[in-house]
């Protein structure tokens, strides 16, 4: 038993973007990428699955009022922002809270060896802050459990399961 409830729904479709370097999944609408039936789950406004080629990455960009959750499946995400740059590699959770406003920058620290990392956008109020934690975790009332293979968030009673898509 994985923890899930009955009849969760199951998420293996996804939206897709690219810019030099970087190749993107996308749950719910973002950037190019638009379904008006796909637009939050409760507070949870995003879930990406980024592959970031050596020396690419999401340069200096905006985010307010929102929690950022960054777990790496393979490779090591280089995190700059309001605090010392921190060196984030697989299997804990790393959220940023942006509170009224934060400005970071998210690079692959490799130069040889490709990253992969699925970000998850939680819509909260708080401090600007980071901190790593172990899954499963809370954060904002959105319960985040991670698998190789699948993410399940959980609000109230609400359950969703996405897949992630295999490695090609």
Same mark, same amino acid.
């Given at each position: 038993?994985?923890? +899930? =409830?009955?009849?969760?729904?199951?998420?293996?479709?996804?939206?897709?973007?690219?810019?030099?370097? /970087?190749? =993107?999944?996308?749950? %719910?609408?973002?950037?190019?990428?638009?379904?008006?039936? +796909? $637009?939050? %789950?409760?507070?949870?406004?995003?879930?990406? #699955?980024?592959?970031?080629?050596?020396?690419?990455?999401?340069?200096?960009?905006?985010?307010?009022?929102?929690?950022?959750? =960054?777990?790496?499946?393979?490779?090591?995400?280089?995190?700059?922002?309001?605090?010392? &740059?921190? $060196?984030?590699? &697989?299997?804990?959770?790393?959220?940023?809270?942006?509170?009224?406003?934060? +400005?970071? +920058?998210?690079?692959?620290?490799? #130069?040889?060896?490709?990253?992969?990392?699925?970000?998850?956008?939680?819509?909260?109020?708080? #401090?600007?802050?980071?901190?790593?934690? #172990?899954? &499963?975790?809370?954060?904002?009332?959105?319960? /985040?459990?991670?698998?190789?293979?699948?993410?399940?968030?959980?609000?109230?009673?609400?359950?969703?399961?996405?897949?992630?898509?295999?490695?090609?």
């Amino acid at each position: 038993m994985d923890g +899930r =409830s009955f009849g969760a729904p199951v998420v293996t479709a996804w939206g897709q973007s690219s810019q030099p370097g /970087i190749e =993107s999944r996308h749950w %719910f609408s973002s950037g190019p990428f638009y379904d008006p039936a +796909r $637009v939050a %789950f409760g507070p949870v406004v995003g879930v990406d #699955d980024h592959r970031v080629a050596p020396g690419a990455g999401f340069d200096w960009h905006a985010h307010r009022g929102v929690h950022i959750v =960054s777990w790496v499946l393979d490779g090591s995400l280089l995190h700059s922002g309001a605090s010392e &740059p921190v $060196v984030v590699g &697989p299997g804990r959770l790393f959220v940023q809270s942006t509170g009224s406003g934060v +400005r970071h +920058r998210e690079w692959n620290a490799s #130069d040889d060896v490709r990253l992969r990392f699925v970000q998850i956008t939680v819509l909260a109020d708080g #401090d600007v802050g980071t901190w790593f934690a #172990d899954a &499963p975790a809370t954060v904002a009332g959105v319960r /985040i459990s991670v698998s190789s293979s699948t993410v399940v968030l959980s609000v109230d009673q609400d359950v969703l399961d996405v897949q992630l898509e295999k490695e090609t």
